[in-house]
């Protein structure tokens, strides 16, 4: 007889997984939630029904190749943080508040303890984005994945009252851009990341002078979630377009959240790039657009208001805790000039 085991699947160690999840997945609960810790979820929007036309908005992402240092450095319980903020951030720039998560996880062999961590930065994740982690599901791939590794990708639905999407069509030249500070390089770019460090265990623990910490603590600081100071700030001042920088940058990112006929001025003098992006620069000898075309930059988020409510906006994203910068503004034309 072979069994299931036997293949190098054991789904005891799947049973022991779940329990150890529960108490982080609870923890993003709220009153709308009806069921959990199933293969689907179930999520009231009885405190949505005063809104006149609600609609839905879903986005989808995972980490890329971050993980890589995460397996290296067997460090697990951050990544999820990074899953749940490249689905939350993209949902919440079209104005959205996120409401419910749903992860998954493949890994070559489930080791109980370290989906509990993954799980519990999941959990993290969806607590600092304001939504439930309402089901999931974990794959055990033997001989799929090499050993120590595994994908976490995940699913964000959120609400927004029509007559306050963020669509970006309001947008006019002129209209002044606001940066939002990153935590760090997020999740984006890590292909040309891993080769500038590589993936030596001792070299990337190594403490930096010029980074003034570890390197391993730079690559995986988790990416920061926008989601409740967006919301926030929308209350105060009228966003007209929001973009998360992401994969490609600002030249890439920034203009799909403009609409056609408008460019934009980023003036790089206007903030100060952060160590990393500065060693990564010279390091790759990447020339400023391919800089800005690649990575953040120091920038997570950019935020586009009418010229006279510029400082309004400072202020009030610096209220909510975010570092704040104007850092260009939109003209005609297309693209973006850095």
Do not use: W
């Not at 964000?156 to 029509?162: Q, Y």
């Not at 930059?297 to 906006?313: E, P, S």
Request: with cysteine.
């Amino acid at each position: 007889m072979i069994t299931y085991k036997d293949a190098g699947v054991d789904v005891t160690r799947g049973y022991k997984a779940l329990e150890l999840m529960k108490k982080h997945v609870r923890s993003t609960y709220d009153e709308n939630v009806l069921t959990g810790e199933g293969f689907g979820g179930f999520y009231s929007l009885k405190n949505y029904l005063g809104l006149n036309e609600p609609l839905l908005v879903a986005g989808a992402d995972g980490v890329g190749t971050k993980l890589k240092y995460a397996f290296i450095l067997d460090r697990h319980d951050t990544i999820g943080i990074d899953c749940v903020a490249m689905c939350a951030n993209d949902v919440v720039c079209k104005g959205a508040a996120p409401l419910i998560f749903l992860d998954y996880i493949a890994i070559s062999r489930l080791v109980s303890e370290k989906v509990e961590q993954i799980v519990k930065g999941i959990s993290e994740g969806c607590r600092q984005a304001g939504c439930a982690l309402v089901g999931g599901e974990t794959a055990e791939m033997p001989g799929f994945y090499a050993e120590g590794e595994y994908d976490v990708a995940g699913f964000c639905v959120g609400i927004v009252e029509k007559d306050e999407l963020i669509t970006g069509g309001e947008v006019a030249p002129g209209d002044a851009l606001i940066g939002l500070a990153s935590s760090g390089i997020h999740s984006n770019g890590y292909s040309l990341v891993r080769k500038l460090f590589g993936e030596d265990r001792k070299a990337i623990e190594a403490y930096s002078g010029e980074l003034g910490a570890k390197i391993s603590d730079v690559l995986l600081t988790p990416t920061r979630i926008y989601v409740k100071s967006i919301l926030a700030a929308k209350k105060s001042v009228k966003l007209k377009a929001v973009a998360h920088i992401t994969g490609g940058g600002f030249i890439e990112k920034l203009p799909r959240a403009l609409p056609k006929g408008i460019g934009c001025k980023i003036d790089v003098n206007s903030y100060e790039v952060p160590p990393i992006f500065k060693m990564m620069q010279k390091m790759a000898g990447l020339d400023r657009l391919a800089a800005y075309n690649t990575f953040n930059m120091g920038i997570g988020m950019v935020v586009a208001v009418d010229k006279g409510d510029a400082d309004r906006a400072l202020k009030v994203f610096s209220e909510l805790g975010e570092k704040a910068y104007i850092i260009g503004e939109t003209c005609e034309g297309n693209g973006v000039r850095v």
